[in-house]
């Protein structure tokens, strides 16, 4: 299964950015989905979450009010709208699917998308 993902670049400090990431080939909504963001030299760490049941959200302290994940579930395909962007949030994402029973056995990454805010 290849994860395709699209979006990100270069922004403003105060634009905005989506990013999205698309999983074919599986049952959409038996999986958790995230995105996650890195910077060199630095632990990967969650940015945002959505559930496959009761579609229950969680996002990091500081991307809170500003980010918003959503899925469509007829796409394969979900979606990180990136608003009011700080130079703060540059990084490298990543997308993530994860089988809500059997995560050990079938979960599956993005490679990542590189975020620049800068001006």
């Known amino acids: 299964v290849t994860v395709v993902e699209s979006g990100g670049g270069l922004a403003q400090p105060g634009g905005s950015l989506r990013l999205s990431c698309t999983v074919p080939q599986v049952t959409f909504t038996l999986y958790d989905i995230s995105w996650h963001r890195q910077v060199l030299g630095k632990e990967r760490e969650l940015v945002a979450l959505v559930r496959s049941v009761g579609r229950e959200t969680s996002y990091a302290d500081s991307v809170k009010g500003r980010f918003t994940i959503s899925r469509d579930n007829d796409k394969n395909t979900w979606y990180l709208q990136m608003n009011s962007l700080k130079p703060d949030d540059t990084a490298a994402y990543f997308c993530?699917?994860?089988?809500?029973?059997?995560?050990?056995?079938?979960?599956?990454w993005g490679k990542g998308i590189q975020v620049t805010v800068s001006s």
């Open positions: 993530k699917a994860a089988h809500r029973t059997w995560p050990g056995k079938y979960t599956y």
